[in-house]
């Protein structure tokens, strides 16, 4: 489905495509650039964000943010969305009716914003936009190419805040971010010499 930014927040608003509709306070479109080169996934909006309609502003969104800004970049240079925009209750994994019912609409956002590079973050994010079997243990820091665009699982940072010994690796994977989007940066410069 094709839509301009208008019309998919104005869908996005009004959808009662599946359960969590029923008990979601905003929905949780995404924040950031809407031409941005990284495009961040996570899994879905937990109770802050239900709250105030924006992704990642509680504790794992601040620890993202310092990570972002660890590699020199801020929320006004990427694009942050989920895989489900409205709230699973208890923050539990979107159940797979759910993810589904959402996925049209995370297509809609990345045919929008047309990102170089799409980091996954954690398992749930990774398994939806690239391969249904991914174990984020195994396969993070692993890029992949798919139609022109680098996808980069790595750790959800929920999960860097239940277990500290995750971060070195979620730094080597944030350092190969930044590594890439210069790297894309200068080729597209030389592009247009
Ligand atoms: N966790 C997510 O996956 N997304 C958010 O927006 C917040 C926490």
């Not at 994994?93 to 609409?105: G, I, K, R």
């Not at 805040?161 to 994977?173: F, N, T």
């Amino acid at each position: 489905m094709h839509y301009e930014w208008s019309a998919l927040y104005e869908t996005l608003r009004g959808c009662t495509g599946c359960g969590l509709a029923q008990t979601r306070s905003h929905v949780v479109i995404g924040d950031g650039n809407h031409s941005a080169a990284i495009m961040l996934v996570g899994e879905g909006p937990g109770r802050e964000e239900d709250l105030q309609g924006i992704p990642f502003v509680g504790n794992a969104g601040k620890l993202l943010d310092k990570m972002l800004a660890a590699i020199a970049l801020d929320r006004s240079e990427v694009y942050i969305c989920n895989i489900v925009k409205c709230r699973p209750p208890q923050n539990r994994v979107p159940a797979d009716v759910e993810a589904m019912a959402c996925l049209p609409y995370l297509r809609a956002q990345f045919a929008l914003v047309r990102p170089k590079i799409i980091v996954c973050l954690g398992a749930t994010a990774a398994r939806y936009v690239y391969d249904e079997s991914v174990r984020i243990t195994r396969d993070r820091g692993v890029w992949k190419c798919k139609k022109g665009i680098w996808i980069l699982p790595t750790y959800h940072p929920a999960a860097l805040l239940r277990d500290e010994g995750k971060k070195r690796d979620a730094w080597e994977d944030f350092k190969k971010l930044k590594s890439k989007y210069l790297e894309l940066q200068q080729k597209n410069m030389e592009k247009k010499e």
